[in-house]
Structures are given as C-alpha cells and as structure tokens.
C-alpha cells in the first residue's frame, strides 16, 4: 500500500474558514472559532466519501442550533423559518464544499460521493482513523469537521460508512 500525504489540521482550518466566510458569515459578524478538542456533536452529520488513490470521508457534525443557524446563513433565510429539509440541503452542500477542497489536497485519481446527511446518529464510522480535526463553535455551538482515513479492505468499497 502507497502512503500518501495526508491533509493537516491547518489545512482543514482554511479550508473551513474560507467556506465559513464566503458562505456563511460574509460579513464577519459570527465567525467560525476553532476550540481545543471536545465532544462532537451527534445531532446532525453529513459527509462525503473520497474514493481513488485515498479513500476516506470528510464529515461534519453540528448540534442542532448550529445546523439550523447554517441553513439559514447558507439560504439566506429567517432562522425560525429554516425547515428540516433546509438542515438537510445546506449541510449536505457545505461537506460537499468542504470535501472538495480536501479532495483537491489529494492524490489523483480521486472522486467525491454524494453528501449523505444524518439526524441523531451515533457518529460512529467504523474502519477509519483520524487524520485531522476542527473544533469549533459557530453563534455559540458546537461543530466539528473530520477528516477520517479508511483502515481496512472495507474501506476500499467506498461509500459513507464504509
């Protein structure tokens, strides 16, 4: 097996930061702000899986204010008007954003899955390691974005979860 380079926390932190400003606070009013490691959030997940020369995922995990508080930055909606779907679409578009920018930090050949969203999971994926990680809190919750590395032959099948 080729080991290849891996992105790095700091890598992740622009990359989120850009995301965060272009996206969702263009302004600067509620910046993202990284915190020292912590519990991830299991109220709604989404990720993306990188299949090719690296195979992994690229998740993040919001508590429920912080995914609603992405729907209506990333809409440009009323908080209080973001429905369930909203969470759904803008949280799937931002790990895609995100893990696109990871992916391009990649070997080639590579590709992307889908964004695959979760409400209430365990936030447990098996047959994968850590490779870096962002904490944050965003208007005063938490959130997290991995970068997860598969382990095992179960990981060579791709797919979210794998």
């Keep these: 097996m080729i080991e290849y380079p891996s992105p790095t926390a700091d890598d992740l932190l622009v990359i989120a930061e850009q995301v965060w400003t272009s996206y969702l606070d263009p302004e600067g ?43 209506a930055g990333l809409l440009g909606i009323g908080y209080d008007d973001v429905s369930t779907a909203d969470i759904t679409d803008a949280v799937g578009e931002l790990v895609n954003i995100i893990g696109g920018n990871v992916k391009s930090l990649l070997p080639e050949p590579s590709a992307l899955s889908l964004p695959h969203v979760q409400t209430g999971g365990s936030g447990h994926w098996p047959n994968v390691k850590e490779v870096c990680s962002l904490f944050g809190l965003w208007h ?8 997860l590395e598969g382990t095992s032959s179960a990981a060579e099948a791709g797919g979210v979860g794998a």
């Design 29 to 71: 009013v509620n910046p993202l702000i990284q915190m020292p490691p912590g519990e991830t959030p299991k109220e709604v997940s989404a990720a993306v899986s990188v299949t090719g020369a690296w195979r992994g995922h690229v998740v993040i995990s919001f508590s429920a204010a912080a995914s609603r508080h992405a729907a």
């Design 140 to 147: 005063n919750e938490p959130l997290t974005v991995s970068v």
